[in-house]
């Protein structure tokens, strides 16, 4: 079956540090994918997706690039801050344009110190 | 921006007794509702889909009787635990779906603690 593989928190990081946070997916078909994020005391929130392949998600100075070479979508952001301490987490979805059915990674913290 | 409300928030219960946990979209139509449940350190593991009207769609190894679902109107979805066990402390998450293109919308979340 679908599942999503992400690397194991938590992340440290100082402010202004580059941020990659490692996602495969195992899917048969083209699945689309997302990248959700999750700040303390709140639901989860679509941070950016993307439906085909080499498609660039982008949203808040975040990227990821859906790879269907290496079937993987790693989250990147040039420089981190504070404000983006939080769990992110991947998914994906084989309905198209859509997240009706998302399969999630455990998801990762990212924790950004001063 | 769309918002869907969870509640409660947190609760504990006695072992053998039910809870109902609520989930709202607040300023859209949610056609299709979510249930997710997750372990600690594990993924979100979705337990059923909902729609509007007809009876829930559970995923494999989730119990229908034990998790029951109820989307009674296109504004709220409940999850009641029946006969909650200590082995059924999870936290509990519900997502909405409005309109087919529409993203998915989380509420905050439910830490269900069975004593």
């Known amino acids: 079956g679908d599942s999503v593989t992400q690397m194991e928190g938590p992340v440290t990081l100082s402010e202004e540090a580059f941020l990659t946070i490692n996602c495969t997916y195992t899917?048969?078909?083209?699945?689309?994918l997302f990248w959700y994020v999750q700040y303390p005391g709140e639901g989860l929130q679509l941070l950016l997706k993307a439906t085909k392949a080499d498609d660039k998600g982008s949203n808040k100075g975040f990227e990821a690039t859906y790879r269907k070479e290496t079937t993987s979508f790693h989250l990147e952001k040039g420089s981190v801050q504070v404000s983006d301490s939080a769990v992110y987490f991947c998914a994906l979805s084989r309905n198209t344009g859509t997240a009706s059915k998302l399969t999630f990674g455990t998801g990762t913290r990212l924790q950004v110190t001063l | 921006g769309a918002v869907v409300s969870q509640h409660p928030s947190w609760v504990i219960c006695k072992s053998g007794t039910s809870v109902k946990i609520e989930c709202r979209s607040l300023d859209f139509q949610a056609t299709t509702m979510f249930w997710y449940r997750q372990f600690p350190k594990q993924s979100l593991m979705l337990m059923a889909t909902s729609n509007e009207g007809s009876k829930a769609t559970y995923e494999q190894g989730v119990e229908k009787d034990k998790f029951l679902i109820n989307h009674a109107s296109l504004t709220l979805s409940t999850l009641t635990v029946t006969s909650a066990h200590p082995e059924d402390s999870s936290f509990y998450i519900c997502?909405?779906?409005?309109?087919?293109?529409?993203?998915?919308?989380f509420g905050n979340g439910t830490r269900l603690t069975v004593t």
């Open positions: 899917a048969t078909g083209y699945p689309s």
């Open positions: 997502s909405a779906l409005g309109q087919a293109a529409s993203p998915l919308h």
